[in-house]
């Protein structure tokens, strides 16, 4: 399963950014955990939200980022609002057929290649 996230660029403080996360012509996500993560210059990849028989999210995202899937597209989106120059990172979409907890990155499997949000003041 090969997935890839669009959508990345430069935005403003306080603007908003939708990312996209698709597997081109391979198996829907309708029955995997799809996830997103973050990682920033020198941190830890990060929990942020994820989709599953639900949405979640990471208290530093809630209320601001929306996470929804369309099956027919075999694409999950993440949509972001009020952006922060914390939000700066390189963000990732993992697909989960494994279960376990979706926070935790161990958990998932296949990985998108990234794409860089960075967000000015």
């Known amino acids: 399963v090969q997935l890839q996230a669009f959508g990345g660029g430069l935005v403003q403080a306080g603007g908003s950014l939708g990312l996209s996360c698709s597997t081109p012509?391979?198996?829907?996500?309708?029955?995997?955990?799809v996830g997103w993560f973050r990682q920033a210059p020198g941190k830890e990849r990060e929990f942020i939200a994820a989709?599953?028989?639900?949405?979640y999210y990471a208290d530093s995202v809630k209320g601001r980022f929306t996470v929804a899937r369309d099956n027919a597209k075999n694409t999950v989106y993440l949509q972001m609002n009020r952006l922060k120059t914390e939000d700066t990172a390189i963000y990732y979409c993992?697909?989960?057929?494994?279960?376990?907890?979706?926070?935790?990155?161990?958990?998932?499997?296949?990985w998108g290649q990234g794409t860089l949000v960075t967000v000015s003041s």
């Open positions: 012509g391979r198996t829907p996500f309708s029955n995997p955990t």
């Open positions: 989709i599953s028989d639900g949405t």
């Open positions: 993992a697909a989960n057929f494994m279960g376990g907890p979706l926070t935790d990155k161990a958990n998932y499997n296949y």
